[in-house]
């Protein structure tokens, strides 16, 4: 995914150790919950590929899978798509696919050290922060309005 030159960047990630984690939490349980078989949504998902726009989200995916080399930026729609996939993952932490997430999780890592708690809660701050963060630093109304329409927010400026 290039980046054209008249294409508006909104937001970076800098390849620090917790947003590394941040996007590997992110994508290790859209993949979870996309293709693993032990999930309801992998069968829909498989059913109807044209219902998942599965081309982008892989190049999203793959784009930000590069943190670990370099800073990731979003432009505006790529940054709907994200927000979308971290808002997705944190209702997969609060919401009802949570027991069978961290059930399935500590199966695959019985031998690992795995705080299931700690990251959910790690994660949902983040996102949370992350989110918060933006609207607060985001001086452009219009892209704010923008945004909120999109992402179905709530804001008041």
């Not at 508006?8 to 919950?33: A, G, K, M």
């Not at 959910?120 to 922060?129: A, D, G, I, Q, V």
Request: proline share 2%; aromatic share 14%.
């Amino acid at each position: 995914m290039e980046l054209k030159s008249n294409e508006y960047i909104i937001l970076r990630l800098l390849p620090d150790e917790e947003n590394i984690s941040f996007i590997h939490q992110t994508f290790v349980i859209t993949e979870y919950v996309f293709f693993d078989e032990r999930f309801r949504s992998s069968h829909f998902i498989n059913e109807n590929p044209e219902e998942i726009r599965m081309e982008y989200y892989s190049n999203i995916r793959e784009k930000c899978l590069r943190i670990e080399e370099a800073e990731v930026v979003f432009t505006i729609n790529e940054f709907i798509f994200f927000a979308k996939t971290v808002d997705f993952v944190a209702k997969c932490l609060i919401g009802e696919p949570k027991d069978k997430l961290e059930k399935v999780l500590a199966s695959d890592f019985k031998n690992k050290d795995f705080d299931f708690e700690g990251n959910n809660k790690w994660y949902l701050k983040k996102s949370t922060n992350l989110i918060q963060d933006f609207r607060e630093s985001c001086k452009n109304e219009k892209l704010l309005n923008h945004l909120s329409d999109a992402l179905n927010w709530e804001i008041e400026i």
